[in-house]
């Protein structure tokens, strides 16, 4: 299983990026997929998930309202859409995958056996 996210980059406060998460390996339609986030000296925090199917979504206290998770089951991609970005957003951001057909979306990361590699979001002021 390969999960590989792109988009990060460096950004301004205010400003906005979208991530995205290619998966192989996997029928990633199955799939509950989701974004996790590790900052410097910080544990690692839930970000968004999203069912197999699309149809419910989960997102952490401190993203919610800015930040949109969605995914394309023909392209076998997850996306996250972050908006209003803040400074403390800044953080490496981990695209997993979860269990197939999960009737609940984990906000732990026990609960996802798939990590990608991480991609560098920097917010400025």
């Known amino acids: 299983v390969q999960l590989q996210a792109s988009g990060g980059g460096l950004v301004q406060a205010g400003g906005s990026l979208r991530l995205s998460c290619a998966a192989s390996?996997?029928?990633?339609?199955?799939?509950?997929m989701g974004w996790f986030r590790q900052a410097p000296g910080k544990e690692r925090e839930f970000v968004a998930a999203?069912?197999?199917?699309?149809?419910?979504?989960a997102s952490g206290d401190s993203v919610k309202g800015r930040f949109t998770i969605s995914r394309d089951n023909a392209k076998n991609t997850v996306y996250l859409q972050m908006n209003s970005l803040k400074l403390e957003d800044t953080a490496a951001y981990f695209c997993?995958?979860?269990?197939?057909?999960?009737?609940?979306?984990?906000?732990?990361?026990?609960?996802?056996?798939?990590w990608g590699q991480g991609t560098q979001v920097t917010v400025s002021s």
């Open positions: 997993v995958a979860g269990r197939p057909f999960s009737p609940t979306i984990p906000v732990v990361d026990s609960g996802y056996d798939y």
């Open positions: 390996g996997l029928t990633f339609s199955r799939y509950t």
């Open positions: 999203i069912t197999w199917s699309g149809g419910r979504t």
